[in-house]
């Protein structure tokens, strides 16, 4: 039973422990109002359940209404969206402005750049190489290697597209199964830009490259040379590095039946 007020109006012992401990609790919960922890949370909850049996107390009542009424989990750092205006739109992109609330309340301008249509990829992984393309990107001007990417087709199937991409900007036809490898979003902070990537183990050569100004050179390279490529710089297009690395931490990960570790699989 709990302990309620002594003589002369002082708390007993037992009802300031109460007092303390919903004062704490209550101070747990507004550091959780506005941030996203789940380790506060989860501690918020274990109180919360302590503090039930005394539900009749009015200021654990008070804490036990707002732990239930305070966001759950996983939507404290939702931005919300007031408003959108268009800045700029062509057949490629669509740049808007919008009216952004953070946690807290206050308001951003920001900018978004949506996508015409998803990207599709491939790494084609042949005798412990992959194909890749020496390129320039004239916005950044710089040279680097880079897998075979580009926009899918409406109606297109995703790993068609990336079949295709390989073939007009390498002169290599992928052959074999075509298995997704990794689903990247390269910059969800300002675009919707999506990049699906997929991976192949086997091509046959048709020819030079449809696309042949995608490319000053298109080669075959090392799986090993690919960490040390990036070190210096050669590797540097998100949607690449993601692969290609992806590629080796796959390669490095036990698989029962199939070797040592870092033996290629394919």
């Known amino acids: 039973m709990l302990a309620g007020v002594g003589r002369g109006g002082t708390p007993t012992p037992a009802r300031a422990d109460l007092d303390r401990g919903v004062h704490v609790a209550d101070e747990m919960l507004d550091r959780a109002i506005g941030i996203e922890s789940g380790r506060i949370h989860d501690r918020i909850e274990h109180v919360a359940q302590a503090l039930r049996p005394h539900a009749a107390e009015p200021n654990v009542a008070a804490f036990l209404q707002r732990a239930d009424d305070s966001p759950p989990e996983g939507t404290l750092m939702r931005w919300t969206v007031h408003s959108e205006r ?16 953070i946690p807290g309340g206050r308001h951003l301008d920001h900018r978004i750049i949506r996508t015409a249509a998803p990207g599709a990829g491939i790494a084609v992984v042949r005798d412990q ?105 050669h590797i540097v297009a998100g949607t690449t590095l993601v692969a290609l690395l992806y590629l080796l931490a796959d390669a490095s990960t036990p698989d029962p039946g199939a070797g040592p570790p870092g033996r290629n699989r394919s």
């Not at 409406?154 to 002169?171: F, N, Q």
């Open 129 to 233: 190489r992959v194909l890749l393309m020496w390129r320039h990107r004239f916005i950044t001007d710089t040279w680097a290697w880079e897998i075979p990417h580009g926009s899918i087709r409406p109606g297109e199937e995703p790993a068609d597209a990336a079949a295709r991409e390989a073939e007009e900007e390498t002169g290599w036809r992928p052959t074999g199964p075509i298995r997704p490898l990794v689903y990247s979003q390269p910059s969800p902070g300002i675009m919707t830009s999506q990049h699906h990537i997929f991976r192949a183990d086997a091509a046959t050569h048709i020819g030079p490259p449809k696309d042949a100004f995608e490319s000053d050179k298109v080669e075959w390279i090392p799986t090993t040379e690919v960490l040390p490529l990036i070190n210096k710089r």
């Open 86 to 101: 268009d800045l700029y739109r062509d057949q490629w992109v669509h740049v808007a402005a919008a009216d952004v609330e």
